[in-house]
């Protein structure tokens, strides 16, 4: 192999390594130095702390309360979008009256910005006048606290992004499902294997790598849950809702403290870093790689 | 083709010299949206009728964004903004940093204006600031419904729970009385009137922290008490639900009403038209303390059109200006002899008890650092008022929280 051969694929990549390396590694690099200073904005009178401002987070009881929230809240709205978009794919597999209406029906809350739906689901969670809790009261039940319950503003808020984000795992896992080949039902139906056993033995696995990547890009999506707080409840009531990202927020671009802000970050960093790298290794292992 | 192309080379040239010294007279103004839009829209179209040479872009901005702009801008010397609508409590950081322009060096600024509102637009005794909306936080109840339970315009903010009590033990349907309840600046300032009632203060005039006083527990325990009298939910209320409640008939007392809200209570939306009184918030320990929330025009330090910028505020805060803005708008005016305009004082009858309360209007304290002081505060507030924290705990660890935030 000659130099110029050996050179050639290196040439080709430089581009997108530059891109890569002004867009990522250096923000990067950037908040590690930075989260070891004491500052209001950049390395201009900045003053070196080393771990200070990681003591510091420790021992705010918000910034752990934001931790906790955010945690909970990726966990639990990717298993119920998943779930929720396996169930639909699911039923839209097999053909009936209406299914292309039904299926644009839900795919229309995925379409709708976060403003909108946070701006309507606001509305549909209000005490007195909200549609959910006139719907539960026509019945004789109470009306629920949705988003001043301490113990249930963080749930509602699941459930507005449940709502708004099922539809895209569904997406990825209709696509799945479309791919299976059909005479492996068949085959299976011939050995007289039941829908459940059918399901469990040969939809679930074969699905696996789509249910992987809807998981994947939901749960790194909710990691950086910020918007449907800050509309609907500004991560309230107390700190029910406060995420990291509300967190990072407000100590850089509300109090410019940059140091403490980008401590923050590393630490949001170093969790979705983790969640990609088991992701990834999951991944490489289905593949045999 | 040598032809046009000496052509294109010509007009390159003439859009070259001319377009730049053109783009020249222009002004980028950065005002906030909701009620506020209107007034400084309608400014710009005057004004714009008036100088059609001028290329004017306005921006609408919600409160957080409009500071993070603004002070990044300021931070960054980004040259992106000529006109900047300010807060007055970002006023002190803003001029202590050398942010904003002596308006004495572009012009002045003539017109007798309020005191409070001229006072938080200063620092170390120059004009950095105009006084644009004189907005301060007056207190509304339903006169109609207490004058039916015997009571009278609340003097003492003991008064204001007695009689919301009364009225939500015997009205069906209507709560005794409403408050900002969401954490962060809202529920800071439904607060504030009654700390300083009481006696209490966040910060002292030599820049301590000193919320964990015996008058500041004395607020708070009375503060939360109100919960109990609010509608279900209060915790989330915010101006709209607030209003709302208000002009429903829901809510027989309103605990804060920004003069800027209240130009629709005698509106059509309004149930209880011609039935609310507005007046400067209840004193308790000490007299009635209503809480000064100014909005100002400042011109940035590095705004590269100072000139225009300053004859902008000039028109927008003359006499003929600011009375149109009230009539048109509801925000009121920071030129002290409007607020008994007889025009204006047909249309909004409360004007001259709000030039009252401007006169004795206390200001957020003149602290650089109050964006994060508030924020800490409302966090707290919060935790007491959905029952995560006593009172005392919360004002504690509050007042060490601003303690460490002063010191940086």
Same mark, same amino acid.
């Given at each position: 192999?000659?130099?110029? @051969?050996? $050179?050639?694929?290196? #040439? %080709? =990549?430089? &581009?997108?390594? /530059?891109?890569?390396?002004?867009? !990522? ?73 209406? @299914?292309? $209406?039904?299926?644009? #029906? %839900? =795919?229309? &809350?995925?379409? /709708?910005?976060?403003?909108?739906? !946070? ?86 696995? /074969? ?83 | ?408």
């Amino acid at each position: 192999m000659t130099a110029s @051969r050996r $050179l050639l694929p290196w #040439l %080709l =990549l430089t &581009p997108a390594l /530059l891109i890569f390396a002004g867009l !990522t590694l250096y923000p990067l690099g950037r908040t590690l130095a930075l989260s070891l200073f004491a500052t209001d904005y950049g390395f201009e009178n900045a003053k070196f702390v080393g771990l200070e401002n990681f003591r510091e987070l420790w021992d705010s009881r918000f910034f752990r309360q934001a931790v906790t929230n955010t945690v909970l809240f990726t966990v639990v709205s990717t298993v119920l979008e998943v779930a929720a978009g396996l169930g639909l794919a699911l039923l839209l597999d097999r053909a009936f009256p209406g @299914r292309t $209406l039904i299926m644009t #029906l %839900l =795919l229309a &809350p995925f379409v /709708l910005s976060t403003m909108v739906v !946070t701006a309507i689901w606001r509305a549909w969670f209000h005490f007195d006048l909200g549609f959910l809790n006139n719907l539960l009261r026509t019945v004789g039940l109470p009306g629920v606290p949705w988003l001043f319950d301490p113990n249930l503003a963080l749930w509602s808020i699941v459930l507005v992004d449940v709502w708004q984000t099922a539809p895209f795992a569904f997406l990825i896992i209709f696509a799945g499902l479309r791919l299976i080949p059909q005479d492996v039902y068949e085959a299976a139906r011939v050995d007289g294997a039941g829908p459940w056993r059918r399901f469990r033995d040969m939809t679930l696995p /074969l699905l696996a790598p789509y249910l992987f990547v809807a998981a994947l890009l939901r749960s790194v999506d909710s990691f950086k849950l910020f918007d449907k707080v800050y509309a609907m409840t500004g991560g309230g009531p107390g700190q029910a809702t406060e995420t990291v990202s509300m967190f990072v927020y407000r100590q850089g671009f509300r109090f410019f403290d940059i140091g403490l802000a980008s401590a923050a970050a590393v630490v949001m960093i170093a969790v979705a870093g983790l969640l990609a790298i088991v992701y990834a290794a999951s991944l490489l292992k289905g593949a045999g790689r | 083709m040598r032809t046009m192309g000496k052509a294109l080379g010509a007009v390159l040239m003439l859009a070259g010299l001319v377009l730049p010294a053109a783009a020249q007279d222009r002004l980028v103004i950065a005002g906030r949206d909701a009620g506020f839009a209107p007034a400084l829209a309608k400014m710009v179209e005057l004004y714009q009728a008036k100088n059609p040479n001028v290329k004017i872009e306005r921006l609408e901005l919600g409160g957080g964004p409009l500071y993070e702009r603004l002070a990044v801008g300021a931070r960054e010397k980004t040259a992106a903004t000529d006109v900047a609508m300010l807060d007055d409590i970002w006023a002190p950081e803003f001029m202590a940093r050398g942010w904003l322009t002596d308006l004495d060096t572009v012009g002045g600024l003539p017109g007798e204006f309020v005191k409070s509102a001229i006072d938080v637009s200063k620092h170390n005794g120059k004009l950095y600031a105009a006084p644009f909306v004189g907005n301060i936080a007056m207190f509304a109840y339903r006169k109609d419904l207490l004058a039916k339970h015997g009571f009278e315009r609340p003097k003492t903010w003991s008064d204001v729970v007695k009689a919301a009590q009364t009225i939500q033990s015997k009205e069906e349907g209507v709560s005794g009385l409403v408050f900002r309840g969401i954490k962060g600046n809202p529920i800071v300032t439904s607060f504030l009137p009654v700390l300083w009632a009481h006696g209490g203060d966040v910060v002292s005039a030599d820049g301590k922290a000193v919320l964990d006083s015996p008058a500041a527990e004395k607020a708070l325990t009375q503060f939360l008490s109100f919960k109990a009298l609010a509608p279900k939910g209060v915790e989330t209320y915010n101006a709209t639900e607030l209003r709302d409640a208000i002009q429903q008939g829901r809510a027989a007392i309103a605990v804060e009403m920004w003069s800027s809200w209240a130009g629709t209570l005698d509106g059509s939306a309004s149930k209880v038209a011609g039935q609310v009184e507005v007046v400067a918030s209840p004193g308790e320990v000490k007299g009635p303390a209503p809480m000064l929330g100014a909005w100002l025009l400042g011109i940035p330090a590095d705004s590269p059109n100072k000139a225009r910028a300053a004859d902008f505020i000039r028109f927008v805060t003359s006499p003929e200006n600011q009375k149109l803005i009230a009539l048109e708008t509801g925000n009121p005016p920071t030129l002290a002899a409007l607020f008994n305009d007889k025009d204006l004082v047909a249309k909004y009858r409360w004007y001259p008890a709000q030039l009252e309360a401007l006169n004795v209007a206390q200001a957020r304290p003149r602290i650089s650092q109050w964006a994060r002081v508030e924020t800490i505060l409302g966090d707290y507030l919060q935790l007491a008022l959905i029952g995560q924290m006593q009172p005392k705990q919360a004002l504690t660890e509050a007042n060490a929280q601003i303690a460490r935030a002063l010191s940086r």
